[in-house]
């Protein structure tokens, strides 16, 4: 189980390192089809749906706060609140059910639809 889950990790950071500027085409059409979510539309819904409240995120207006962990280069993390390998199926999963991840956890069940929650995950990933 736990070399499943540091190979799931590894892979991840492959993923990335072996992808260029986040600025590019291809490095943002790659983040769209691995999340099937629009990171345009995501940063708009971080914000629709109070993530700022608690998060710092980079590009974000007003996302400063430090109540739960700063988001900065999401996409090089390795783990989803040291639980899960950061892939863009576990992390829509944890940004629409986080107490389902971690029943003590702090972060909220905000109602977070799926597609929101993909476009929301293409704007983290969008994150070096
Ligand atoms: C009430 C405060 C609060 C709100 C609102 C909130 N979060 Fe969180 N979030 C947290 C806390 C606290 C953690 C740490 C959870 C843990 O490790 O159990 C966390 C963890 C996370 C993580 C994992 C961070 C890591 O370092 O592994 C992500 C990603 C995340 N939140 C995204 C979001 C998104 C996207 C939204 C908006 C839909 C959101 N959060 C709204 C408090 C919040």
């Known amino acids: 189980m736990r070399s499943a889950l540091l190979l799931a990790a590894a892979s991840v950071i492959v993923v990335f390192t072996t992808s260029c500027d986040p600025a590019k085409p291809s490095y943002l059409s790659q983040v769209k089809r691995m999340t099937g979510g629009d990171p345009k539309l995501g940063r ?16 974000v207006t007003g996302a400063h706060a430090l109540v739960g962990p700063p988001l900065v ?26 107490p389902q991840v971690e029943p003590k956890t702090a972060m909220p069940d905000m109602g977070v639809t799926e597609q929101d929650s993909r476009d929301i995950a293409a704007y983290l990933y969008t994150l070096r």
């Open 44 to 59: 708009l819904k971080i914000r629709n749906y109070g993530c700022h409240a608690c998060h710092t995120i980079p590009g």
């Open 73 to 98: 280069h999401w996409s090089r993390r390795v783990f989803i609140a040291g639980e899960l390998p950061n892939t863009a199926e576990n992390l829509t999963k944890w940004i629409q059910h986080p």
